[in-house]
């Protein structure tokens, strides 16, 4: 597939850097602004590892996008569900803002794949904002990369 800009340019980018995350469960307070004009395709390399006094830990990421290069607009992805079809009714669908949650199996980092995300081209700018959700009192640490096409 052809890169829309260059093969080294904004392929890869760090949407949050290995750290701790933010205390009582509070989401990233300034989640890393990643330009993505042109591509169709995102794909999250996700990576949490449970503080070693948690109980439960856990992880939960939003993502945000913008159809702007700047601004502070963002809009939430989302869940969609398909409601029933019946023959001569209309059908009423379900659509919510969605954040993403991962639980902890073991003490040690784990790691995951998230995506692709469709972003059709029309996405000028993305972040990823993630949160402890387990054990909000022991927070453990996440690191996410971001590769487009």
């Excluded at 701790?20 to 990643?34: I, K, Q, R, V």
């Excluded at 290069?69 to 989302?78: D, L, M, N, Y």
Aim: net charge negative; with cysteine; glycine share 8%.
């Amino acid at each position: 597939m052809p890169h829309p800009i260059s093969t080294t340019y904004l392929d890869v980018q760090a949407a949050r850097a290995l750290a701790a995350l933010p205390a009582a469960g509070a989401f990233d307070l300034t989640p890393t602004e990643m330009p993505c004009p042109g591509f169709d395709f995102v794909t999250l390399y996700i990576s949490y590892n449970e503080d070693a006094g948690a109980t439960d830990g856990a992880v939960d990421i939003r993502i945000d996008v913008s159809p702007d290069s700047t601004g502070a607009v963002w809009h939430q992805s989302t869940a969609y569900s398909v409601g029933l079809v019946a023959a001569g009714a209309d059908t009423i669908s379900n659509m919510q803002r969605e954040e993403l949650s991962y639980q902890a199996v073991g003490a040690d980092a784990e790691y995951w794949v998230y995506g692709p995300v469709d972003l059709r081209g029309t996405v000028e700018r993305m972040r990823v904002a993630a949160q402890e959700s387990g054990d909000v009192a022991n927070p453990g640490t996440c690191e996410i990369e971001a590769r487009f096409q």
